[in-house]
Antibody, heavy 119, light 106 residues
Framework: EIHLLESGGGLAQPGGSLRLSCAAS????????MSWVRQAPGKGLEWVSG????????YYADSVKGQFTISRDNSKNTLYLQMNSLRAEDTAVYYC????????????WGQGTLVTVSS | SYELIQPLSVSVALGQTARITCGGN??????VHWYQQKPGQAPVPVIS???NRPSGIPERFSDSNSGNTATLTIRRAQAGDEADYYC?????????FGGGTKLTVL
């Protein structure tokens, strides 16, 4: 059974940094692209960033380009999101999600980790 | 950047048919995917152009896509279908979600 488990969320100061992790299990992690999707409180879904199975290709939403960095360690079956220069508007639940095919939909999602940016 | 427009809310009587639209420029040329999200839970795919209905999704859920509008149709709506629904496409190597539609089953 496929599982995705996010961690690393919490309270961060404006201008601070956090690194989110997503531990994957139940499938060949390196064979599939992954993404981070966030949801601000009471708001809709916003795609943040994606990465190919090999990690060689990365993609970002304009809203986080230059601020967030996506990466993966296929030896550890783990996806990461390094978030720098955090702002109040980055407050959201962050989900990791798996793609069955590159440029497709998201067939499995984690339960999310809450990031709160506040002083 | 590409935008997807969904109605904020749709209401449907129990047992009737609900239709949730997703508007976008020439969306008919794109693969549109749909997700259901219940309060406090992660989104769940209900329709994918790649697999139609993911495993476990009832045949009551179907979709159509033409011109500038994609539509998720839920037949014989049940109380358990009450949720937020999001459409999603890929555009220029980025993912775009619609703003979401709250489905209320009366």
């Amino acid at each position: 059974e496929i599982h995705l488990l996010e961690s690393g969320g919490g309270l961060a100061q404006p201008g601070g940094s956090l690194r989110l992790s997503c531990a994957a299990s139940g499938y060949t992690f390196s064979s599939y692209a992954m993404s981070w999707v966030r949801q601000a409180p009471g708001k809709g879904l916003e795609w943040v960033s994606g990465i190919s199975g090999s990690g060689g290709s990365t993609y970002y939403a304009d809203s986080v380009k230059g601020q967030f960095t996506i990466s993966r360690d296929n030896s550890k079956n783990t996806l990461y999101l390094q978030m720098n220069s955090l702002r109040a508007e980055d407050t959201a639940v962050y989900y990791c999600a798996k793609e069955p095919n590159t440029g497709s939909y998201f067939d499995y999602w984690g339960q999310g980790t809450l990031v709160t940016v506040s002083s | 950047s590409y935008e997807l427009i969904q109605p904020l809310s749709v209401s449907v009587a129990l047992g009737q048919t609900a239709r949730i639209t997703c508007g976008g420029n020439n969306i008919g040329s794109k693969s549109v995917h749909w997700y259901q999200q219940k309060p406090g839970q992660a989104p769940v795919p209900v329709i994918s152009r790649d697999t139609n209905r993911p495993s476990g999704i009832p045949e009551r859920f179907s979709d159509s896509n033409s011109g500038n509008t994609a539509t998720l149709t839920i037949r014989r709506a049940q109380a358990g279908d009450e949720a937020d629904y999001y459409c999603q496409v890929w555009d220029s190597s980025t993912v775009v979600f619609g703003g979401g539609t709250k489905l209320t089953v009366l």
